[in-house]
């Protein structure tokens, strides 16, 4: 990737810097003037800004750490140990006047080292027991989680993105083709996950009743075919944080309707024609933070939606947080058209 995608100006609204973010895939822009570095702004500036309600029509400027790490060129070979202990996933090089000539990601230096050393014990529960009827004909043949993607299966993929950061532990509901499931995990090693064997189709949040999970605990839930390109030190921090019950991993989306909106008065009259009015709306990724304790709002061997576990916990006005993030951070297989997307992205 050119590094001039990744430069902007501290103009540029923030609106606009997500839409640049979502192009180039990536976690961090660089402010600069006339090729100076002048600071940086990341995805978790953004997430911030939107849960204070930020207005999203300023200039980045408002939100950009003035103060941004950086290396000299000649200190290139420093890189990924500087990003593990200042704990950030993307370092501008700069030259001798303070001019950037590239900026290197974690994620894409070559020896592809975990960014965490530490193990941490919070489970990852990943939901792979349904039939992926969206994917008809091949979870004829094969079941979702073991879809590959170039020649990993997806469920690898996504156990991947969470060892990365230190977290080992894998449960996996399984019920369509469970044998065919089990039998690829009896004949590899790198994972060890934990079997969840549902007699009937649970849904989405009924198999976490079958989780044997200390008390006082926070899990990780995941849908086995989506991809969350996300630090989950930090969205595990963020839940904890703010207290949640739920959080709700979302993901930014822009939808622009390619007509003329038409906002009617009274009596039929015309008030306002909006021409290709476009909308930023949070949407689900299928990734969760919960706590051990909203399982008993869960019944017992009956089918049961996330959607419905959300509803009840809302009725006990428990607290539901959302983490927002870039919309390209997301990855879903859930269709033809979005596996293709995946396959483009990470083969």
């Known amino acids: 990737m050119e590094v001039s995608s990744l430069l902007i100006e501290k103009s540029m609204s923030i609106v606009n810097v997500i839409k640049v973010l979502d192009q180039t895939a990536k976690k961090l822009l660089i402010i600069v003037e006339k090729g100076e570095l002048l600071g940086i702004v990341t995805d978790g500036d953004i997430r911030r800004w939107i849960l204070k309600g930020g207005n ?107 060892s990365n950061y230190g977290y080992h532990k894998f449960f996996l509901t399984i019920c369509y083709k469970k044998e065919m499931i089990k039998a690829y995990f009896s004949e590899q090693t790198k994972y060890c996950p934990y079997f969840i064997e549902e007699d009937k189709p649970l849904g989405t949040a009924g198999a976490l009743k079958l989780l044997d999970i200390p008390k006082e605990k926070s899990f990780f839930v995941c849908n086995c075919d989506v991809i969350v390109d996300i630090n989950y030190l930090d969205l595990m921090s963020y839940h904890k944080e703010n207290n949640n019950k739920i959080t709700i991993v979302t993901a930014m989306k822009s939808f622009e309707i390619p007509y003329g909106v038409i906002e009617l008065g009274q009596h039929g009259s015309v008030k306002e024609i909006e021409e290709k009015p476009c909308y930023e709306l949070l949407v689900n990724t299928g990734c969760y933070v919960l706590n051990e304790e909203v399982r008993k709002y869960i019944p017992k061997n009956q089918y049961f939606d996330m959607t419905d576990l959300i509803k009840l916990l809302k009725q006990n006005n428990e607290r539901i947080g959302a983490y927002p993030i870039m919309g390209s951070n997301w990855l879903d297989m859930g269709e033809f058209r979005e596996m293709k997307n995946m396959m483009e992205r990470l083969v």
Request: net charge neutral; glycine share 4%; hydrophobic share 40%.
């Open 56 to 162: 999203l029509s300023l200039p980045v400027s408002y939100i950009m750490n003035e103060n941004p790490l950086s290396l000299k060129k000649e200190e290139e070979h420093l890189a990924f140990e500087f990003m593990r202990q200042n704990k950030i996933e993307g370092v501008p090089l700069v030259d001798e006047n303070n001019r950037v000539i590239n900026v290197l990601f974690w994620n894409d230096m070559s020896n592809q080292q975990s960014f965490c050393e530490r193990v941490n014990e919070a489970p990852i529960v990943i939901m792979a027991g349904g039939k992926g009827s969206r994917l008809y004909p091949y979870t004829k043949i094969i079941p979702k989680p073991l879809i590959p993607i170039g020649d990993i299966p997806i469920v690898e993929r996504i156990m991947k993105k969470f």
